[in-house]
């Protein structure tokens, strides 16, 4: 009995049910640090994978997986096993791995245009002590794509797939059977009559022939020692016929033990098991007499979603208390609970609900009894599943004194390491400098600690986490490790522990941190006159000098508030600069355009106005470098901040000239903005990530709402652009050039596009309607005003 089923629902027939809440066990703290993209997973600091044996990797806790299928296919295989151990190195396994599953049928058949495999390999098979083997995988590879004539309206088939391609519709199933028969009168000793004898069962089995099927099983096959992995796959088909043949108990005996013997088998016999009437079952003598197998009848239930899972266990271990399903049930447990317990996410979702799950108290409950179970063998599992439990169910001292109280055998001490480690620093809840270095040191020192990924990238992020709620991004992001919990398997190299941290977005544009107080504080970071280890090893992955990365964004911070002599002092101390920006600047950022394409370089739309002022602003840097696009070089802030400074002397001094100034600081400020293509000098970010600025945090404000501000440095260039328009001297094309600026400083406007004509209308609104006022009734007359008129679109369709 094998059946058919739908690829898509097969989920639906074998997912496996532990029921846990979605609570968060917040009071415990969950691991996630400044990065807020983190994926929603885990830190898996039991590994799970180590504590039972890998025939039950596959039932284990994957999360976005019924099954952990990705260890299923690393184990090695039954079947070519004992071939191999068969032939006792005629053929290798590899060279049979090559011959069963990878040699068309065709070849096996003596068919022309096989000539290819005709190699040292053919020609052993083709020695006359080999025939039969090769009579048999020619056999074989046939009735592989067989399949029942009759599909009953239960859902049955017989068979493995619910396709096949070519011809396999017209494969006769009775010449297979018979020649099955005939090379099982032939066979040469009882591993070949036994894999003959499979296909005769499973031809049967196809056939409908149900009673015929359950005879050649009984008569053919015998179990080995030194074998039986084929024996349990006629048993399979064997069983298939016996619920064909309205058999439940001959048919879940012998399923129940199929999946007990063969693990590559144990998806299909589960499911074989669905389709069983347990209620009747359960209620027959005949079943509870023939049944060897309760444990496994318990896992089937439980893992497969028939029956309560602490219920199952408490029925497993009254019948055999050091069952390996047992064990499985038990670690999917503590690994769903760990995974609770060590989240790894922002915790975006969490419902604030501190309840622990019931089940996890009964499971306490249960694994207490079980310890005083005399007859218990595994109990170094076992007490890690206590503490486990004691973790989740928030009793973190007892989880420690459990763990403490065991002398664990060598192979479970990494695990009982771990986990206390964990349970340690997880109980740091604010920046304790101490206790926080000393679970860094114990990490450390201990070769089984700082090369588990998952209990290392814990630590760092937990206490990232820390650092981020104390308003301290900048050690946060340092302090992170990047972790993908599908990759946990691999050792982390404690060696560059002191090279690299997580990756953060927020870091790399560096413009998030322009905040009075996480500069302060990372500042008060790197001062300590006695930093503990696990500093030094965070101030080690930083790229910059550390002192230099404060005095560059200190600097910044003061020369963004229009703070210039402050920002001066702050940039003439930082000792690497070229770390920082290039040696010249971009001087056409005193100038400004009319249009503006951020696409584009600057110089091509520039009015140019900054080459009328080269003696005072310097020369103009040419960028040699091919790898650097103008809108991207990093202009020298002392000699940016230093012409600001002195461009506000000279519109004192210079009184004449005092609006040309004034003009050209309110375009340096207008173009440094968020809105300008200078934008890099402000907030380090280039022209192709301005829209990173509509979706965060960003400006100067010191308010502690931590709403995002974009405006005030547009308020600098508007306040210098009036100061230049109000002063008695100065040319009327300065004036008509500053109107302008006014206008894109206080833009207002709004447009609607009308479907019905075809036509779009465009309002200009408040002070910028006010300016352009100004400019077309006060300056028609001036250059400036011809060439606004000819370029900006808006202001041609405001005039006319």
């Known amino acids: 009995m094998i059946f058919r089923l739908l690829l898509s629902k097969w989920w639906l027939l074998v997912l496996p049910v532990v029921a846990f809440s979605n609570t968060i066990n917040n009071r415990n703290g969950a691991f996630c640090g400044w990065d807020p993209a983190w994926e929603d997973n885990y830190y898996p600091i039991v590994d799970q994978f180590s504590l039972v044996s890998p025939d039950f990797h596959a039932f284990l806790n994957c999360p976005n997986s019924p099954f952990c299928d990705t260890s299923v296919g690393k184990q090695p295989s039954q079947n070519i096993a004992e071939w191999t151990d068969y032939f006792k190195g005629v053929f290798t396994e590899e060279e049979l791995i090559d011959i069963i599953y990878k040699r068309p049928v065709g070849w096996f058949l003596d068919q022309e245009g096989f000539d290819s495999y005709n190699d040292e390999i053919g020609n052993k098979i083709n020695k006359s002590e080999n025939l039969f083997f090769k009579k048999y995988l020619a056999l074989a590879k046939i009735s592989q794509h067989t399949s029942s004539d009759i599909s009953s309206s239960s859902g049955w088939y017989q068979g493995e797939r619910d396709y096949y391609g070519g011809d396999a519709g017209q494969i006769d199933k009775r010449e297979l059977l018979s020649k099955a028969l005939e090379l099982v009168a032939n066979a040469p000793d009882d591993f070949m009559r036994n894999r003959a004898g499979f296909q005769a069962v499973k031809m049967a089995h196809y056939l409908q022939e149900s009673e015929m099927a359950m005879r050649y099983f009984n008569t053919i096959l015998k179990k080995s020692t030194t074998g039986n992995y084929i024996y349990y796959r006629a048993m399979e088909e064997m069983a298939g016929a016996a619920f064909n043949n309205n058999d439940q108990v001959l048919a879940a005996v012998s399923y129940l033990e199929v999946y007990d013997q063969l693990p590559d088998r144990r998806y299909t016999a589960a499911v074989s098991l669905r389709f069983l009437n347990w209620d009747l079952l359960e209620n027959s003598y005949e079943f509870k007499r023939l049944n060897k197998n309760n444990d496994v009848k318990g896992f089937f239930k439980a893992f497969h979603g028939r029956g309560n899972v602490l219920r199952e266990m408490e029925n497993i271990s009254r019948d055999n208390v050091n069952s390996p399903y047992l064990d499985v049930l038990a670690v999917r447990w503590l690994d769903q609970m760990q995974s609770e317990v060590f989240e790894h996410t922002s915790n975006y979702y969490d419902d604030g609900d501190d309840s622990v799950d019931s089940g996890a108290v009964a499971l306490g409950f249960f694994t207490e009894d079980l310890l005083k179970n005399k007859n218990l063998k595994n109990r170094d599992l076992w007490t890690l599943i206590k503490a486990t439990t004691q973790l989740y169910n928030q009793e973190n001292n007892k989880a420690l004194a459990t763990l403490e109280n065991h002398k664990a055998a060598v192979g479970f001490k990494k695990h009982f390491k771990r986990l206390k480690t964990a349970i340690t620093f997880m109980a740091i809840k604010s920046l304790d400098r101490q206790a926080i270095n000393r679970s860094y040191e114990t990490i450390a020192r201990d070769i089984d600690l700082h090369t588990h990924k998952p209990t290392v990238a814990a630590f760092f992020n937990h206490i990232s986490a820390l650092y981020n709620e104390a308003d301290n991004p900048i050690v946060s992001v340092l302090t992170s490790i990047n972790y993908d919990s599908y990759s946990n398997d691999k050792e982390y190299n404690w060696a560059g522990v002191g090279k690299t941290h997580g990756y953060s977005w927020e870091y790399d544009s560096k413009y998030h941190y322009l905040r009075e107080d996480y500069i302060n504080n ?8 006695q930093p503990t280890a696990f500093e030094k090893t965070i101030l080690k992955r930083m790229k910059a000098v550390p002192k230099d990365y404060v005095h560059d964004l200190r600097g910044t911070y003061f020369m963004r508030k229009d703070l210039l002599e402050n920002a001066l002092l702050e940039f003439k101390q930082i000792k690497t600069p070229e770390v920082f920006w290039e040696n010249g600047l971009r001087t056409e950022l005193f100038s400004a355009s009319i249009k503006e394409y951020m696409n584009i370089p600057f110089t091509s739309m520039s009015n140019g106005f900054h080459e009328n002022y080269s003696a005072v602003l310097g020369e103009n840097v040419v960028i040699e470098r091919e790898d650097i696009e103008r809108e991207n070089y990093k202009d020298n802030k002392i000699k940016l901040v230093q012409n600001l400074i002195k461009l506000n002397q000279l519109a004192q001094t210079e009184t ?80 008509a050039a500053i109107l302008f600026m006014l206008a894109k400083t206080n833009s207002c406007e709004d447009g609607r596009y009308d479907y019905n004509t075809n036509t779009y209308t465009f309002n200009i609104c408040g002070e910028h309607k006010d300016y352009f006022n100004q400019l077309n009734n006060e300056y028609s007359d001036t250059e400036y005003y011809r060439e606004v008129l000819e370029e900006c679109s808006w202001f041609k369709n405001y005039v006319n």
């Open 656 to 735: 004449n000239k005092t609006a040309d100034y004034y003009y050209m600081i309110g375009n340096a400020w207008y173009n440094m903005s968020h809105q300008g293509w200078f934008m890099n000098n402000t907030y380090y970010i280039g022209n192709n990530n301005r829209n990173e600025l509509a979706g965060s945090d960003y400006g100067d404000d010191d308010d502690d709402d931590g709403e995002k501000d974009d405006s005030f440095i547009i308020y600098q260039a508007n306040d210098y652009l009036l100061k230049g328009l109000r002063v008695e001297d100065g040319s009327r094309e300065t004036k």
């Open 522 to 529: 990372f500042d008060l970071f790197i001062s300590s006159s």
